[in-house]
């Protein structure tokens, strides 16, 4: 497999296995809980809309761009006036009663995101952080120095070549520091 690939993956598993992992288990202790019966076609909607909310404060938090925000926050109304709406129909009473759990692990749910998502900015920011201390590093120290030695390498070289023949052969910059 490619390293690219492989890096993908990583980060995948770095955002999205806290998030499945706390979205089910907070599913399972929810559900468990509150004794929520639900028929085997329902089962699903309480993990669905946990991982939803986590996907979503993964999406907020790790995000730099503020209309991310907004977006999330539409997308969130939408699904919570779906459930209102569910709530409010006439429907089966198993699934009025899982109704606030979806919701309350929506909620939890888009927190844990947050935090995850905060934890993955923090980690971009520190980077770019050391690329800008590095860089001002290399600026000011070792682009100096190293073009200070080619300096010495090439006055060298033309003081062992005096003739302009010799010395456009042998002190090319190719010749004296190839890669």
């Known amino acids: 497999m490619s390293e690219h690939f492989l890096r993908v993956a990583g980060d995948l598993l770095e955002l999205a296995l806290p998030i499945m992992v706390i979205a089910l288990g907070s599913s ?96 971009w920011e520190q980077y770019a952080a050391e690329v800008v201390e590095y860089r001002a590093r290399l600026d000011q120290i070792w682009v100096p120095v190293n073009r200070e030695y080619q300096t010495q390498i090439l006055r060298r070289c033309l003081i062992q070549n005096p003739r302009y023949a010799d010395a456009v052969k042998m002190c090319k910059y190719e010749t004296l520091f190839p890669d």
């Open 28 to 123: 399972w202790i929810v559900l468990r809980i509150g004794s929520i019966k639900l028929a085997k076609s329902a089962r699903m909607f309480p993990a669905a809309f946990a991982i939803l909310g986590g996907i979503c404060g993964v999406i907020v938090g790790s995000s730099f761009e503020s209309i991310i925000g907004g977006l999330i926050t539409g997308v969130l109304g939408i699904v919570s006036g779906i459930l209102s709406y569910a709530f409010a129909k006439e429907s089966d009473a198993d699934f009025k009663a899982a109704i606030p759990a979806m919701i309350m692990l929506l909620m939890i749910n888009v927190l844990v995101g947050l935090s995850v998502g905060q934890s993955w900015k923090r980690k």
